[in-house]
Structure formats: structure tokens, C-alpha cells
């Protein structure tokens, strides 16, 4: 394989945190490394988020990575049958079909809403909704969509995936004081950049937290380095901001110059996009040009060969992926390698 050139394949930060925040908190956090997590730390940062997020202290819950708020929620439901957009959120999926889970797929359409409020009301159901969704990028339901299916199925949960919310600004988290069936998650692993540190944040009525989490094991769940860093990391979340209008700006040129080139492209809220290429193995070609990106065909199956999801990266990363995109384009028009090519 080719040297890589742009890893544009698991929606990470193309940016790390600046090196003072996480060098200068790191010197205080290991001299107390062989005690157990303090629960002052954890305490903390629950303070830090909810005056990030807007919400009081007693609604937001912390554990290292969404799968482990998921996992919780899904071992206490009896009824084992969940609801899920059609595309969606590929990991999560396979987490509930380890639990043993019957998935409804509603498709992402002009009546998706619809769809999702006559489906729901069959019987009891986790209803599961990213948004932004992944991968198409874009927002699936408004407030007013969740509000008017919420007062009908108050036998539901509902779980909000807004991993990407940063980049979007769009949330669902006030619906969380009114409805204890609507639970809110959020990650530092995009924005923030910190996917390696595995901080994620639930928002969730406490009524509905005392049901599902057990506080003395989950704040055990989070290494001090990782609360310590994460802690720095909001307590000087400017450089956040910045990032994602990096992410914004490069989102919106790469995007211009995709159409450019003739292909498909989805506006985007995220730190991704999707594109439809026309070509099935498009990306085992830009791999071999040094670059990765995620294979939706692979993925969803023979309806989304040749589409493709591709990170934002930096100019240079996103610089090189459009390089090796255009000279692949430019390459099978010549040999007809389209969608129908499936050798």
C-alpha cells in the first residue's frame, strides 16, 4: 500500500489539542497516578460540560466512549426491539444486534418522520436517532418531530446521537427537562479532538439516570488521565472553536470542488460527507493513491456501491484526496468503470 496521505476514514480531528493544555495538566495528573480516580475529578468535569451544555449538573453522566451509555440502556430493556434510520450509525447497530435486538429500519425519505411516528407506536421501543445522521451528514428530526412522537410513545426511549453537534449547533438537550424518555448524547472525540481520550457525555433526565447508571461504578469508568486531560481540555475550549471553523471552511471547498468534478455530493453539518462516485471500488483505488476513506458500499451493501464517506481533514489532507479522486475520475472515464462494473 501506498504511503498515506490523508486518513479520511473514521471521522476523527485532523488537529490534536494544543500540546500546553495536555503537557501542563498531564506533569499534575500522574503524580497521583497510583490512587484511585478521585471523585472530585469526576464531579468536576460533570460541572464543566453542564455549563458547556446549559443544563444543571444532575443531567449529564460521563463514561469513556457512547458504547458504554448505549451498552447500559440496552441490557435493562426487556422488550428487545429497537427503531433505526436507514442509513445509520454503523457501530451502533452491530452493538445491538450483539444484545439480541429485532432492528426496524425506517428509510431516511421525505416521510421518514412519518414512518418513524406510525412504527413507534406499535409497541414499547428504544428508538435510536443520530443527529446529524451518519453518514449522510445531515439533521433527520427538529424539535417539534421528536416533541409531537414523544407525547404519543411515552413508553419509548429515545436516544439522541449528536456527536457532532459542534459543528451543526442544532440539539434536542432542552426536550431532556420535559420528556425523562429522551436521553441526549454528546462525545469529545470530534471537536474536541480528544478520540483517543474516550470521553463521551450523556444528557438525560435524572429520573431516567437513577433507572439506568449506577454512579459508583460508572464514575470508576474513566481513567484520571483521561477526566485530568479532559478537564483542561474545557477548561480552555477556544481552540475547539477554532478547529471547527477550519473544519467549516475546508468542508465547504472540498464540497465545491466535488461538484465541480461532476459528482454527487451531500450538504454536510458534520466533520464529514458523502459522496457518490459512480465507481464500486472507489475506495480501494484512492487507498492505493495513500488515501483512506469509509466504504459505504462495504458497509450498506450493494445500494451504496461507489458512495463513499469522507472526513474533513486539513487543507493538505483534503488537498490530496481531491488530487487522487480527480485522477481516478479522470482514469476510468477513459475505461468506463462505473457503477455497473462490478468485475
Known sequence: MSKILAKLDQNESPIPPPDNLLLNRYKDIVKDINRYQRGELYEYLRELYAEYAGVDKEYVWIQPGMDLFFEDILIIENNKRIIVPYPSYFLFIEQV????????????????????????????????????????????????????????????????????????????????????????????????????GRVAFSIINPSLARKVFYYNIVRFRLSTISLGL?????????????????????????????????????????????????????????????????????????EYLGYIRVTIGIPRENNAFLYALEKIIAECSQSRCTIHDTS
Open 230 to 302: 479532559a478537564i483542561a481540555l474545557l477548561e480552555n475550549k477556544s481552540y475547539m472553536n477554532d478547529i471547527v471553523d477550519l473544519i467549516r471552511s475546508e468542508r465547504k471547498r472540498v464540497i465545491k470542488r466535488i461538484r465541480e468534478i461532476g459528482l454527487q455530493v451531500n450538504s454536510s453539518c458534520t466533520n464529514f460527507i458523502m459522496v457518490n462516485t459512480g465507481i464500486p471500488k472507489i475506495a480501494e483505488l484512492l487507498q492505493k493513491e495513500g488515501v483512506l476513506v469509509k466504504d459505504l458500499g462495504k458497509i450498506l451493501g450493494r
Open 97 to 196: 444486534k450483539h444484545y439480541g435486538y429485532n432492528i426496524v429500519r425506517i428509510p431516511l425519505n421525505e416521510r421518514f418522520v412519518q414512518e418513524l411516528s406510525i412504527v413507534s407506536r406499535d409497541k414499547p421501543s428504544i428508538i435510536y436517532i443520530d443527529n446529524p445522521n451518519n453518514p449522510t451528514g445531515k439533521i433527520i428530526v427538529s424539535k417539534n418531530d421528536i416533541t409531537l412522537i414523544a407525547e404519543i410513545n411515552s413508553d419509548n426511549i429515545f436516544l439522541i446521537d449528536e456527536a457532532y453537534y459542534e459543528f451543526c449547533n442544532y440539539t434536542l438537550k432542552d426536550l431532556v427537562k420535559e420528556y425523562d424518555n429522551i436521553v441526549v448524547f454528546r462525545t469529545m472525540s470530534k471537536a474536541f479532538s480528544f478520540a483517543g
